[in-house]
């Protein structure tokens, strides 16, 4: 088979497209991972990483995937038999209740109505279900802040605010794995006790970093819990930590990748990938009702700007279609996962990502379209296009492009 002329259109909703600049980075020695020279890399990256979840608290990074990471967050804060809330709201926030399942925790999966894979997490029904604990015997809140699987977000402030009002005492832990570095998130001023996240979607490295940020009232969870834990320990990690070390081998390349990314994310200035991120997205779904096509997520307030989820219409397999884009324009989009599979595919708009790689994408979805027999109407890539230079139009000259 010959290598396919061009780049590979890489818009699974993670992992992402990994720039050049932070292969570079990691194309590099790995160096001794107790001597002076990676001390003052870790110290970098640790202290760094703060910036990004906005925290002044510490976090920890694992050689793992960020499913290691949703796994550390249960182990170092609870104990066998404690009941978690936890907000039904895709195939990611059920994966995440399978391991607490798996950990002896007792989950409830809470969820409003029959369409909870449309929508975020319910505020309301958080406060209801926690003012009813009268007794306190649920610990911890689970809340996915960007539903990867459907393309939803979930307001984490107001689920703050719920749990405040119903003056209870549980724990707040956010899943962000594929929302930090693409949405805003504010670990600190959310009040989040555990923040889960990892390295390959909005922070635009390879998969096998992750990350928890942690609160001082997680901290103090951790003296108290049971369930046991080694490999994931925040105590065994944040003695060495202080001193930019790790109790065991870390990932030293994707540490050299992790600055970088910071250090772009800064450059670019964290509003501004936002902004970006958002208008991607709005774009997408300009294309994607053009083409007459029903986007998953139903409230515009909860719209992800990381990825869109389409619906196909009836009769018709996103995994068909799929296979079409990939064998006609060496592009990847996102499966249908979980109880949508089949029935929806998913548009990633994510990490290293510029207008024309959109325009690029939704060309390759348009034509596959085309290619499979898709019913739907013309025009959703000029429609984007017209959205997008009428942004440009607004700004002034630079806003969105800089080149140093
Ligand atoms: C990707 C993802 C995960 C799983 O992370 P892995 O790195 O695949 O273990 C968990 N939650 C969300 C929201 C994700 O997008």
């Known amino acids: 088979m010959p290598t396919p002329a061009g780049r590979h259109f890489l818009q699974i909703p993670g992992p992402s497209n990994v720039p050049d600049r932070i292969l570079r980075a990691i194309d590099r020695p790995t160096i001794d991972h107790r001597g002076p020279e990676f001390q003052r890399l870790g110290l970098d990256v640790l202290a760094g990483l703060k910036t990004v979840f906005r925290t002044q608290h510490p976090v920890v990074m694992f050689p793992a995937s960020g499913t290691g990471a949703w796994e550390a967050a249960l182990v170092n804060t609870l104990s066998p038999g404690d009941r978690v809330l936890m907000y039904e ?30 929508r975020g997490a319910d505020a309301a029904a958080i406060e209801a279900r926690l003012a009813a604990d009268r007794g306190h015997e649920i610990r911890a809140v689970c809340v996915v802040h960007n539903e990867t699987s459907t393309g939803v977000t979930s307001d984490i402030a107001a689920v703050r605010k719920a749990i405040d009002r119903a003056g209870h005492p549980a724990l707040l832990m956010v899943d962000t794995i594929s929302g930090l570095g693409s949405i805003d998130y504010r670990h600190d001023e959310w009040g989040v006790d555990v923040t889960v996240a990892g390295s390959q979607k909005g922070m635009m490295l390879p998969p096998g970093l992750s990350f928890n940020a942690v609160s001082p009232k997680a901290l103090e969870a951790t003296k108290s819990s049971k369930l046991p834990k080694s490999f994931w320990s925040w105590q065994e990690m944040l003695g060495p930590n202080r001193n930019g070390f790790f109790p065991y081998t870390p990932s030293t390349n994707l540490m050299y990748g992790l600055r970088e990314a910071i250090a772009m994310l800064h450059e670019e200035g964290l509003d501004n990938v936002f902004a970006r991120h958002r208008r991607h997205a709005e774009a997408t779904r300009i294309a994607v009702r053009t083409w007459g096509m029903e986007i998953q997520c139903l409230n515009e307030a909860e719209y992800s700007p990381v990825l869109t989820a389409v619906r196909m219409p009836d009769g018709h397999d996103e995994a068909a279609f799929r296979k079409v884009v990939l064998e006609h324009f060496d592009m990847s989009l996102g499966s249908g996962l979980g109880k949508v599979a089949g029935k929806v595919f998913r548009i990633g708009h994510l990490g290293d990502f510029n207008d024309l790689t959109l325009v690029g994408t939704l060309a390759g979805v348009g034509m596959g379209l085309e290619i499979a027999g898709i019913p739907h109407a013309k025009g959703g890539v000029t429609a984007a296009m017209h959205y997008l230079a009428a942004a440009h139009k607004a700004a002034p000259a630079g806003t969105f492009v800089t080149r140093s």
């Open 89 to 118: 709201t895709g195939q990611f926030a059920t994966l995440w209740k399978g391991i607490a399942e798996r950990l002896g925790l007792v989950p409830e999966f809470l969820a409003v109505g029959d369409d909870s894979w449309r």
